[in-house]
């Protein structure tokens, strides 16, 4: 069954903070940031969920679920999923 994102979002807002972290997606972040400044406000969060998918919870706050961490091949891969979220 698919897994809603508002779901997920309430997952977040229950979760301690930070709730995971990932080293992979910091330095991805890093580097889109980096090269459009306007985005240096994002946060990105991870939560531990099965779930293959990211989204936008509020401005400049972007979700990503441990399963799609461990669904993506490289960081090119993340690098165009969390772009995406980000505008």
Known sequence: LPVRADFLACSVERAPQPIMSDPRLERVVQ???SAFPPLQDAVVR???H???TAFSRKPNQIIVTSGLLSL???DDELAF???HEMG
């Open 31 to 33: 580097q889109l940031t």
């Open 46 to 48: 991870v939560i531990p």
């Open 50 to 52: 099965r779930a293959t």
């Open 72 to 74: 993506v091949r490289s």
């Open 81 to 83: 999923v969390v772009g």
